[in-house]
């Protein structure tokens, strides 16, 4: 079970560690500048759970109106530093802080993983609350359901906790929240501490 205090601890207290050895996969990258490419030049993206805000934050605010939010304020520390263009909040993305149909678009990189897999549902259904009509959602998952804990994550002595809620399982989340999968791809990622994943990153849009 999930705790969010845990996961915000964790990441507060392990912010400069984590921001040094994130590596990014190249095709991870791929995924994230194709659905850029699909946005509208004006843009108002939200990357929910934007963590240090690289490499997707910046990227994004590079071409939009960027809003990143993120339950750790160490994080957010890291953020407005690394995309100062950026407006920042803190918040849990299971009950955005924003008015409904706010954004164009809504990215969300390993960050629903670190939610209790009760509320994963709620968080997609967020998502599509705070999206305009047509609407773009990119997110990651891993491929099948896993939850666990590491009580020493990167060396670092800080405890760090993940439900993954698996694709089949995304899948009917976002069509119950009215999203359409456009495409999936499937994205090796890591940790330069040797710390592989596979993930499955779904890009949808929401109907009207």
């Known amino acids: 079970m999930v705790e969010k205090d845990a996961v915000r601890r964790g ?3 392990l912010a400069e560690t984590y921001a040094a050895d ?6 991870g990258r791929d995924v994230l500048e194709r659905f850029r490419a699909s946005l509208p030049a004006t843009a108002r993206v939200l990357d929910a759970g934007c963590g240090q805000g690289t490499p997707v934050l910046r990227e994004l605010s590079a ?4 809003v990143g939010l993120d339950i750790s304020r160490a994080q957010l520390g890291l953020a407005s530093e690394n995309v100062p263009a950026a407006s920042l909040a803190q918040g ?7 008015r409904d149909g706010a954004f164009d678009a809504v990215t969300a990189y ?5 939610v209790p897999r009760e509320q994963h549902q709620a968080v997609v259904d967020e998502f599509a609350r705070v999206l305009d009509d047509g609407g773009r959602l990119l997110l990651s998952e891993g491929p099948e359901e896993w939850d666990g804990s590491n009580p020493d994550w990167l060396g670092t ?5 993940w439900h993954i809620a698996g ?10 929240a009215g999203f359409a999968v456009e495409r999936e791809s499937a994205v090796d990622d890591s940790l ?10 779904f890009a949808a849009r929401l109907e009207g």
């Open 11 to 13: 990441y507060d207290e």
């Open 22 to 27: 994130r590596v990014q996969d190249g095709r």
């Open 63 to 66: 071409a939009a109106v960027a």
């Open 92 to 98: 849990d993305i299971a009950a955005l802080p924003f």
């Open 110 to 114: 390993h960050s629903l993983i670190h």
């Open 157 to 161: 002595g800080v405890e760090m906790q």
């Open 167 to 176: 694709a089949e399982a995304t899948r009917d989340h976002l069509q119950t």
């Open 192 to 201: 330069a501490e040797g710390e592989d994943a596979r993930w499955t990153f």
